[in-house]
């Protein structure tokens, strides 16, 4: 796919300058919403890039045009994402220490949950994540070794507060255990809604969900004695 570019001799102000790169702007933000919709869907792997130029009305190509490829769109979701989920957090890793486990626990949860009451976006962004979880990509690794994810930030420093002697392995294995016993609810939304769980996932439910997974997390990090110990 060609897009037209701006003639270099025409003023910034131009219209006709402006017009093909609000133009290219369009195209990037239509690709990265409906490939927002199809990875939150299929994972990265099964994601079709058809299905995404189909749904985002546009040529084939605008994807290798605008982003360089598959991976290149990608990235862009996972930024997307990333700011997104970061943006305006009931608790950020700085504020581990300000309250208590307990506490700490239950925000991190509601923040984490809250796309259950929020709009079909925030839903498909936390899918997005969830399916790096159970089929982590190059391009995640890549992008987080540049800016790590809030979310794992804080997770990690959640594990640390409630497990202070712990080696880094523990640390790192108890991390993606609480990350994963929380977006379960997300991903799996309409599975678990059905029998033989048949649960309730929406906004009259959260703070009910919240409670129950908070004791459930705090006994699962608990600290305790070795395991033979008499």
Not at 33 to 41: D, H, L, N, T
Not at 117 to 127: I, P, Q
Not at 198 to 211: C, G, K, R
Request: glycine share 6%; hydrophobic share 45%.
């Amino acid at each position: 796919m060609t897009e037209p570019t701006p003639d270099s001799g025409q003023s910034a102000a131009d219209p006709g300058a402006l017009a093909p790169r609000r133009q290219g702007e369009a195209t990037r933000r239509a690709l990265i919403q409906a490939a927002v919709s199809v990875f939150a869907e299929h994972g990265y792997e099964a994601a079709s890039v058809r299905v995404i130029t189909a749904k985002a009305k546009v040529n084939q190509g605008a994807i290798t045009y605008h982003f360089g490829g598959k991976d290149g769109l990608y990235r862009a979701v996972l930024e997307t994402v990333r700011d997104s989920l970061g943006a305006q957090p009931l608790l950020s890793a700085a504020d581990v220490d300000r309250y208590t486990p307990e506490e700490t626990v239950r925000l991190f949860i509601r923040q984490t949950l809250a796309a259950l009451g929020e709009s079909m976006r925030a839903k498909r962004y936390l899918r997005v994540m969830a399916w790096e979880q159970l089929r982590p990509t190059a391009v995640r690794r890549r992008l987080s070794a540049e800016k790590p994810f809030a979310t794992v930030v804080l997770a990690g420093r959640i594990v640390r507060r409630l497990r202070p002697e712990a080696d880094e392995r523990t640390v790192a294995v108890a991390t993606a255990w609480l990350m994963g016993q929380i977006v379960t609810f997300v991903r799996d939304g309409e599975y678990l809604a059905a029998p033989p769980f048949s649960l309730v996932l929406d906004a009259a439910s959260l703070d009910e969900l919240v409670e129950r997974l908070t004791e459930l997390c705090l006994g699962g990090l608990a600290e305790v004695g070795p395991r033979h110990q008499a």
